[in-house]
């Protein structure tokens, strides 16, 4: 077993809503792993608390060994923890270029007396930076407009922008939460290359999501929950085929 | 693709030029307002000019709403005097240390920030405005209180040798050391915000969640920019009094406060050169207005008004705006 994630028994309600009940799951390094269930299937509570967003109430959450419980987001991007939002949460008055930069947060080896006086550590950083933010533009196809606004963009190109963005951290786990929502049909398959081409690269995805034909095509494994609960998991193939799946998706909303 | 990939290149000619020009004024403006009384205007100028630039560290860069950056004007001051009058401090060594007291209640005041948001720090940054002037009014046997300090010495003259000695006793020269401090303070923090240090502190502006999935810890850096920000206040409030030559709580009433979030306003927050214009027009701009008598106050008003309604860029977004219509073709990079 190489699992690089593991939650045991995670427990979140909010009030009287049980957002999450004693879910379990094991994410395999350098796999696709889908997290899918109808609306309100308490996904992507799961997703803030595998970030760290949200804090449960109860569960165990260990990553590469080392346990999660209480660390804050910031700390959880620290360990190599990425991820993208729902709801699209760009630096918006930010260029492309800008918000892509912020990224590089944790990477930068510059002595901190040359942030007031610049000198050779820190250009050779700043170069360095825009080199690798202008590749990861490149990477989701939005080189050429590196110097517009990011609120400027178009829904989906949003949605890649923050893709490039959450890459920055230079993450081990890349979580994404609904990444195909808005994306029209080219965009979609753009999206699909994209997210192989990252397993090459050695990082681990975790994608929630609707869009089942981007679900088939792309994960190794399948979890797939129904009102906070474990409902089944297994590879597509065996998820598109279990009738509890089936009933739930179509005794909800038709995915 | 990459516009600048040459490293040999340290810093663009335009903004070499840009720091010859604002050496050039702060050295010419005493020689051309030649008056003792327009000096001394100058030398509010460049002390507002700091402060100015101090909270647009926390309000432009940072997005926290400061509404109490007259605290730590006030707390640089009495902290100078009082050392250098009842603990026989050295100036230079008071103004250091008076600069750190005020970061330290900087750092205070940022505890707050990292619970409260938007209004409510406002709030709550008004309400340590009020406490400090309270605890200048009240504590008599340290402040004085309302009766003030008086008969406060200028900054020691400095003695270089093979050099006339530099005395601050004209704001001549009072106002080529501030002015000079202002100059370097905007120097530094001019390179800081375009360092990753601004990268994250704008990141932190647009919208925490996010920044916290970056690996960002919006607590320590909304800390550093409030401690930096108080120091540079408390920096700016140490050479208020020699100049003046009293001292009384009433000069940091929480009035102040506003008067420094309109320079950052009316000159344009978020930019480096905005927050500068700023605090020049609403120093010279009440002066300019004065033989308009009663209706000064109005004018002063009414063309706040204006400015926050038609221009929430500030007179920036109106250079801005002109400087497009006459060249269809520039360049696109704003930082804002």
């Given at each position: 077993m190489s699992a690089l994630l593991q939650a045991r028994d995670l427990h979140k309600r909010f009030g009287g809503v049980r957002?999450?009940?004693?879910i379990s799951l094991e994410v395999e390094a350098d796999s696709v792993f889908a997290l899918i269930g109808p609306n309100g299937a308490g996904k992507s509570t799961m997703m803030n608390l595998l970030s760290g967003t949200y804090q449960p109430d109860a569960g165990e959450l260990v990553f590469g060994g080392v346990s999660?419980?209480?660390?804050p987001a910031y700390r959880r991007a620290r360990l190599g923890i990425a991820r993208t939002f729902q709801k699209i949460r760009l630096f918006r008055q930010l260029s492309l270029l800008d918000n892509v930069l912020a990224g590089f947060h944790l990477h930068h080896k510059v002595p901190a007396w040359q942030y007031l006086f610049p000198a050779a550590a820190f250009w050779r950083d700043w170069r360095t930076c825009r080199e690798e933010a202008m590749a990861l533009l490149d990477f989701v196809g939005l080189a050429d407009r590196a110097h517009e606004r990011a609120g400027a963009l178009a829904y989906g190109q949003q949605r890649l922008l923050e893709i490039a963005r959450a890459l920055a951290t230079r993450p081990r786990l890349f979580m994404l939460d609904e990444p195909a929502a808005g994306l029209n049909g080219g965009e979609v398959e753009f999206l699909l290359g994209r997210l192989r081409e990252m397993g090459t690269r050695g990082i681990t995805v975790v994608v929630v999501e609707h869009n089942m034909e981007l679900v088939m095509n792309v994960a190794d494994h399948v979890f797939v929950m129904d009102h906070g609960e474990y409902l089944f998991q297994g590879t597509p193939a065996e998820v598109q085929a279990n009738p509890a799946v089936i009933a739930a998706y179509l005794g909800g909303e038709f995915a | 693709m990459m516009a600048r990939t040459d490293q040999a290149f340290m810093m663009p000619p335009s903004r070499w030029v840009g720091y010859l020009v604002a050496l050039a004024l702060i050295v010419a403006a005493p020689l051309v307002l030649g008056t003792p009384y327009w000096r001394g205007i100058l030398v509010v100028c460049a002390m507002n000019v700091l402060l100015a630039l101090s909270l647009n560290l926390v309000l432009g860069y940072t997005g926290q709403l400061n509404l109490g950056q007259s605290a730590f004007f006030a707390i640089g001051a009495y902290v100078s005097v009082i050392l250098v009058r009842s603990h026989g401090w050295n100036f230079w060594l008071a103004m250091v240390a008076a600069s750190a007291a005020a970061g330290v209640a900087g750092l205070l005041l940022a505890a707050f920030a990292v619970r409260l948001r938007g209004h409510y720090l406002g709030i709550a940054s008004l309400g340590f405005a009020v406490i400090t002037y309270q605890v200048l009014v009240n504590?008599?046997?340290?402040?004085?209180?309302?009766?003030g300090i008086y008969g406060i010495m200028p900054p020691p003259p400095i003695v270089l040798p093979g050099l006339p000695e530099i005395s601050f006793g004209n704001s001549l020269a009072l106002f080529w050391l501030v002015g000079g401090i202002a100059f370097v303070v905007y120097w530094m923090l001019d390179n800081l915000v375009r360092s990753p240090v601004g990268e994250t502190l704008r990141a932190l502006r647009e919208d925490e969640v996010s920044a916290a999935s970056l690996g960002i810890n919006g607590a320590r850096w909304k800390a550093f920019a409030f401690g930096l920000a108080s120091t540079i206040a408390g920096l700016a409030g140490c050479f208020y009094p020699g100049f003046v030559g009293t001292l009384v709580p009433d000069a940091f009433n929480i009035v102040e406060s506003f008067t420094m979030l309109a320079m950052v306003i009316v000159g344009g927050m978020g930019t480096m050169i905005g927050p500068v214009i700023g605090a020049v027009v609403l120093t010279f701009l009440p002066e300019l207005l004065r033989s308009a008598g009663e209706l000064r106050l109005m004018i002063y008003g009414i063309a706040l008004t204006l400015v926050v309604l038609f221009m929430p860029g500030g007179i920036l977004q109106l250079v801005q705006i002109v400087r497009t219509r006459l060249a269809p073709r520039a360049d696109g990079g704003g930082s804002r």
């Open positions: 957002a999450v009940q004693g999660l419980a209480g660390l | 504590w008599e046997r340290v402040t004085e209180g309302v009766r």
